[in-house]
């Protein structure tokens, strides 16, 4: 069975970053944590992750603008949403750009297994 390795966080807020990052990596991940969408476009271009959580509303470039911008270079790439405020637009278009999900925070830690569970490689 195939597991995630690599999974990089992009939050701007570094307390929920953290806490992502740290219940991922208690499932047996290894973490990277970007505090901005374009922070977390280099670190997609320089650690290749194997999925991203990726916040929606940051301050710069918001998670749909980060998604889209993802899904420019690599189209295949399992992007998990997660929001406390994200819209019904906001889901819409996030789901016409391929997310892999989308989790309201905050999220009961079981749906960090359940969204990863659906992550396929490429």
């Keep these: 069975m195939w597991s995630v390795v690599r999974i990089l966080v992009i939050d701007d807020h570094p307390d929920v970053a ?6 991922l990596e208690s499932e047996g991940h290894q973490t990277l944590v970007a505090g901005s969408g ?11 992750p194997d999925a991203v959580f990726l916040d929606v509303v940051m301050p710069g470039l918001d998670g749909i603008e980060v998604l889209r911008r993802i899904r420019a270079k690599r189209p295949h790439l399992p992007v998990i949403l997660l929001s406390g405020t994200v819209t019904a637009t906001q889901i819409e278009t996030a789901r016409e750009l391929g997310v892999t999900d989308v989790l309201q925070k905050p999220a009961p830690l079981t749906q960090f297994a359940e969204a990863l569970a659906r992550v396929r490689p490429d």
């Excluded at 953290?18 to 219940?23: R, S």
């Excluded at 374009?38 to 290749?48: D, V």
Aim: hydrophobic content about 55%; aromatic content about 0%.
């Design 18 to 23: 953290l806490v992502v990052a740290e219940i």
């Design 38 to 48: 374009e922070e977390g476009l280099q670190a997609i271009e320089q650690s290749l």
